[in-house]
């Protein structure tokens, strides 16, 4: 069934994934959370909004597209947009905690209306941060 030179092969690329994500991990611990949340319409800034509060916000664009992006506490997510494929709204929500493990990072896309909603954090290797 399986060959030797198989299993070594899937245990190289194993362990390559482990690595890979370790070092995602240890490269997110040295960045912090600036608590704002940037929305992104058509290539350009649609509007910045702090974490803290729960807040709805309605992206209208000229050409018809519409997203709605729910604000949490520590977080967001898309809670509905009227693209076809509804991608974006199946890729949960990305709080202050979760960030460094989901897929997408800080992002959550909505690529047939051309919306990025982006946690924004920042480079803080100089600041001293706990451990996990």
């Known amino acids: 069934m399986f060959k030797k030179k198989d299993l070594l092969l899937f245990l190289l690329v194993l362990a390559l994934a482990g690595v890979l994500f370790l070092l995602q991990y ?12 940037r929305i992104w319409a058509d290539g350009k800034i649609y509007r ?6 729960e807040e709805t916000i ?6 018809g597209c519409e ?3 729910r604000l949490t ?3 967001f997510f898309m809670e509905s947009a009227n693209c076809h494929n ?23 896309l909505c690529l047939p209306n051309r919306v990025d909603v ?9 600041m ?4 996990i």
């Open 118 to 126: 982006e946690l924004v954090v920042e480079n803080s290797t100089d």
């Open 86 to 108: 509804q991608l974006c709204i199946g890729q949960g929500e990305v709080t202050t905690e979760n960030y460094p493990l989901r897929s997408l990072g800080t992002h959550v």
């Open 58 to 63: 309605v992206i209208r664009q000229d050409n």
């Open 128 to 131: 001293d941060i706990p451990d």
């Open 26 to 37: 240890i490269n997110a611990k040295n960045t912090t959370v600036l608590g704002i949340v």
């Open 67 to 69: 997203n709605v992006v």
């Open 73 to 75: 506490e520590n977080g």
């Open 48 to 53: 910045e909004a702090a974490l803290g509060k």
